[in-house]
C-alpha cells in the first residue's frame, strides 16, 4: 500500500491533476491542456507523464502510490469502462482502468465527472459527514451526483444521477439537449435560467434592469440581490421547478443533504432562497428534512472525488466516512 | 453460523412467516393474526413464540438458526429502527432488532416491508440476477423498493423508495393520502386508477362496460381485455403518469429492471403494454433500455426479501447476487 494517491478530473479544456496523501490532504494540483486531436487518443498518456514528472519532482517511487483515480466526462461503470464514449473529447468506449494502467502500473479507479465531484463533497466539501447525500451541478446543464451509504451511486449503465433530464413539463415545446421535452435541466442550468428570463420578458412590458442587460443566469441573481421584481418571478419559478425535481429525487433515494454546486450557485445563499421553500412544498414528509448547502470545493470537487475512489478503498471494510 | 433463516413479513391483519434454508430454499411458511391491541404490544412476542413453536417442531435449537429477517409496515432505518412507528398496527418508533432480540437470542435485521419485497423480488424473483433493480407495488398505494448494487437502499431516513409520493401534476385539486396534491399515488394505485375512470367515465356519456359495473382496477383492466374504448383510454391514463414517474426514477437509480408487483399488476402483461411505452417517451436515453417484469413471488415476496436480509450476511464481502 502506498503514501500518495493521485486524482485526476478531465474537462474538455483541461486536465486537472491533485497529489493526495493518503489520509486525504491535497498536497498539490496542476492542469494540462485537453488534446482532442485523433479522437482524444493522447489524452491519457499525457496525464500518465504528468504524473511520472510529479513523482520524480516529489521524489515518489512507484510503490508510494496507491493508485489513481479517474473522473470522465462520460458514463462510466462499476468497472470503469466508459460506457458510452464521451462525445466532447471524442473518446470512444473503453475501460479507463486497463488504458491507463498500460502506462503506469498502478491501481486505476474511474468514474462519471458529476459522480466523481459529488463525491469529493461528500468526503471533504459542502456534505462532509453525511453518507447520503446528492450533489446538483447547476453548469450548463445539471448534474446529479449521488452518494447512498457513503458510496457513489453509479446505476445499472452508468447513468445513476441524471437528474438533469427527470420530466417536468408536459407542455413545454423546446427541446432539451437530450432530445427529450420538458426535462429539469431546460429550467434549472445557466442556459435554462436565461430561457426563463426571455420568456418572462417576452410576456409584457414590466419594468426591470433585465431589460437593459444580456441575460445570464447571473445578470438574474444580480437584479434579484437588487430588488428587481420580474427578476424575483424568474427566480420563483426557477425554485419551483428545481424544487420539484429535488423532491422527486428525495422520493427515490430520500438524502439528508442536497449539496448545489456548479456555475450558477456562485450566486450564493440567495440561489438556495428559492429553492428550499419549493422543495418543502413538493416532498414527501418524510423527505421533506433534507439539508441544502452549497458546494465547497468549486472546480477540485472532481480531483477530490476522483482520489477519494482510491482512498476509500484503503479503509477495507470500513465506512468511509468513519476514518 | 447457523443453517435456518426466518423471514417475517409483518402486515394489518396478519403476519406472515417462512423457515428457509441458509441457501435461500423456502421449507416453510405459515401466519398468524396481527394482534393490534395496547399499541401491538404483542405483535413481536407472539412472532418469537411461533418462531420457537416451528423450531420445536422440527427439531431446530438456538444455535442453528442464523438470524430473523422482519420487515415492517413504516419507515426503518439501517440500524433497523421503525423511525417514524407503524401507524396501521399502532407501533412507535423503536428498535426492531433490540425488541425482538429480547425474546430470542439470535441476529435479527429488519427493514421495511415494501423495501423488503423487494429486496425478496431481486434475489429469488422477477428481478432475480439484477444487481440494479426497482420493485414497483402497486395496492392500495404505489410503494417501491429500490436495491442498488445489490444491496437495498434505505436512505437516511428510511424513506428510501416512496416513490408513490413523486409529485407529477400541479393541477390536482383532491389530496393524497400524505397531504401532498399530484402525487404518483393519486394515478397509479388501486385506488387511483378508479379515481381516473370515475373522472373519465363523468366527463361524457360515452359508452362503456364500465358504466354497469362496480368501478375497480381490475374491472378497468377487465374492460381493457374486452376491447372497451373508454377502458382503453383510462389504461393510456395510467400507463402516462406511472411511465412518468418511473422515467424521473430511472433518471435517479438508472435500473436494469423494474419489477412490477401488487394487487394491480394482477392484470398481468397488458399491464406492461401501457406503462412501458410512456416510461421510453419519458425517460433518458441512457436509462430508456430497463427491461419490465412482472413480480413473481406474489405474497411471499416479503418473507423472501426478509430472510434475505440475514442471509446476505453469511456471504461476507461477496456480492449477494455472485453466491
Same mark, same amino acid.
Given at each position: 500500500m502506498g503514501r500518495y494517491v493521485f486524482g485526476v478530473d478531465i474537462g474538455g479544456t483541461t486536465v486537472k491533476l491533485g497529489l493526495f496523501g493518503? $489520509?486525504?490532504?491535497?498536497l498539490d494540483k496542476w492542469e494540462i491542456p485537453?488534446? #482532442?486531436?485523433?479522437?482524444? =487518443?493522447s489524452i491519457l498518456p499525457d496525464v500518465a507523464a504528468s504524473i511520472r514528472e510529479k513523482m520524480e519532482e516529489k521524489g515518489i517511487? $512507484?510503490?508510494? *502510490? =496507491?493508485g489513481i483515480g479517474v473522473g470522465a466526462p462520460g458514463a462510466v461503470d462499476d468497472e470503469g469502462t466508459? *460506457?458510452? !464514449?464521451? *462525445?466532447n473529447i471524442g473518446w470512444k468506449a473503453f475501460n479507463i482502468p486497463k488504458a491507463l494502467g498500460a502506462y503506469i502500473n498502478v491501481q486505476v479507479k474511474a468514474a462519471n465527472d458529476a459522480n466523481a465531484a459529488a463525491y469529493g463533497e461528500m468526503w471533504q466539501g459542502g456534505? #462532509?459527514? /453525511?453518507n447520503h447525500m446528492v450533489a446538483v451541478t447547476l453548469g450548463t446543464g445539471v448534474g446529479g451526483g449521488i452518494v447512498v451509504n457513503g458510496e457513489l451511486l453509479m446505476g445499472a449503465a452508468g447513468a !445513476?444521477?441524471?437528474?438533469?433530464?427527470?420530466?417536468?413539463?408536459? $407542455? $413545454?415545446?423546446e427541446s432539451c439537449g437530450c432530445g427529450? #421535452? !420538458?426535462?429539469l435541466e431546460q429550467y434549472a442550468s445557466a442556459t435554462g435560467i436565461a430561457r426563463l428570463a426571455k420568456r418572462r420578458l417576452a410576456q409584457d412590458e414590466k419594468e426591470s434592469i433585465l431589460r437593459k442587460k444580456a441575460i445570464s443566469a447571473k445578470s438574474v441573481f444580480d437584479a434579484v440581490k437588487a430588488g428587481d421584481e420580474v427578476a424575483i418571478e424568474i427566480a420563483e419559478q426557477f425554485g419551483d421547478y428545481l424544487g420539484k425535481g429535488l423532491a422527486a429525487v428525495a422520493a427515490v433515494v430520500n438524502p439528508e443533504v442536497f449539496v448545489i454546486g456548479g456555475? *450558477? /450557485? #456562485?450566486?450564493?445563499e440567495i440561489l438556495l432562497s428559492y429553492v428550499e421553500p419549493a422543495f418543502r412544498k413538493y416532498a414527501f414528509h418524510q423527505c421533506r428534512g433534507a439539508k441544502f448547502v452549497l458546494a465547497k470545493l468549486g472546480n477540485d470537487a472532481g480531483i477530490y472525488g476522483a482520489a477519494g475512489l482510491i482512498i476509500s478503498t484503503l479503509c477495507k471494510g470500513k465506512q468511509f466516512n468513519d476514518q
Open positions: 493518503e $489520509e486525504g490532504c491535497l485537453t488534446i #482532442k486531436e485523433n479522437q482524444g =487518443a517511487g $512507484e510503490p508510494d *502510490v =496507491a466508459l *460506457v458510452g !464514449g464521451a *462525445v456534505g #462532509k459527514g /453525511s !445513476g444521477g441524471e437528474i438533469g433530464h427527470i420530466h417536468l413539463a408536459d $407542455e $413545454e415545446t427529450n #421535452k !420538458g426535462c456555475g *450558477v /450557485s #456562485k450566486a450564493g
